[in-house]
């Protein structure tokens, strides 16, 4: 994982040598997000480097999202796929009151660093990428969880412990997305990143399976192409026409919107119509779930 230097406003900040949930002594910071900041830890209980997530403190302000918090990071955990990075421990540190998540620490970088260093992937590479993607989502569906905010940034490359390969995808932020998205509901706030967001989180209308699938669509275009699929996220403040894109404007078919982004010679056959069932603006015209649809794109990617 890399080391951020950007700070939004509002993010704890907890100095060398705090302790967290009795167990967790924070070592050094590794990335910030909107969400929360992330941290190297050393586990004192048994002396191994840990990521020690801590989150902004409103998202379990009230007893009511404490106790979703804990259940669903409990879910998170019960996840069986090695492809969902593995929780350790999760609660409210009294002393300090922020809501924390302990997991294993990854080495590696995300797929948004990866793909923006290397452009555009192979489709062999994407399709190794996204059956270990789809493996994880798959998983979590088949337990009710939807994880609600895919991006690039929750796609992470981890260096691989095992001969064979050498990069394991592990998916970040299982477990607290339902959290955060009832927390912010409170405040009038959507949680997603817009760009990758699908029509139905936009609109505040209720999540399923479908809406990861979605999501699934749009990272499968990103890693072909290099490039996101939505014109208006060229400008990174124009939320309102990217919305309207998302919403509203003509979906063109994966291929000739590759040409308008100037990625030529990225799609391959049969993509077309994969990508097209994905992002169908219906959740019920989409892929039921992720390993549906992980199982049309094998053969679209051969």
């Keep these: 994982m890399r ?33 929360g900041a992330v941290y190297v830890a050393e586990q004192l209980s048994t002396t191994r480097p840990r990521a020690l997530k801590i989150l902004r403190r409103e998202y379990v302000s009230d007893t009511t999202l404490y106790r979703r918090f804990e259940r669903e990071v409990q879910v998170a955990s019960r996840i069986p796929s090695e492809h969902v990075a593995q929780t350790l421990a999760a609660g409210i540190d009294r002393k300090l009151e922020l809501p924390w998540i302990a997991m294993e620490l990854l080495e590696g970088q995300n797929l948004g660093h990866y793909v923006e260093e290397r452009g555009p ?19 979590a569906h088949k337990l009710g969880v939807v994880h609600r905010d895919l991006k690039p940034a929750n796609v992470f490359l981890s260096e691989a412990r095992r001969v064979g390969t050498t990069s394991v995808v592990k998916v970040l932020d299982f477990g607290i997305a339902q ?79 590759a040409i308008e982004l100037e990625a030529v010679d990225c799609i391959p056959s049969g993509f077309n119509e994969w990508f097209a069932q994905c992002v169908a603006r219906a959740p019920e015209d989409r892929f039921v779930n992720a390993g549906a649809a992980y199982a049309a794109l094998a053969s679209a990617l051969t």
């Design 121 to 139: 992937l192979p489709k062999e590479t994407t399709r190794a990428y996204l059956e270990q993607l789809c493996h994880a989502l798959a998983a």
């Design 3 to 35: 080391d951020e230097k950007d700070r939004p406003v509002g993010l704890p900040e907890v100095p060398y040598g705090t302790v967290v949930g009795n167990d967790y002594m924070v070592v050094r910071p590794l990335s910030r997000g909107s969400m």
């Design 179 to 257: 959290v955060l998205a009832e927390s912010l509901t409170l405040t009038g706030t959507t949680l997603g990143t817009p760009k990758w967001m699908s029509p139905e989180q936009a609109a505040g209308e209720a999540t399923t399976p479908a809406t990861d699938v979605w999501a699934i669509g749009l990272l499968a275009f990103y890693m072909l192409t290099g490039k996101s699929f939505w014109l208006a996220s060229r400008a990174s403040d124009d939320t309102i026409s990217l919305l309207r894109e998302i919403l509203h404007a003509p979906i063109p078919i994966a291929w000739a919107r």
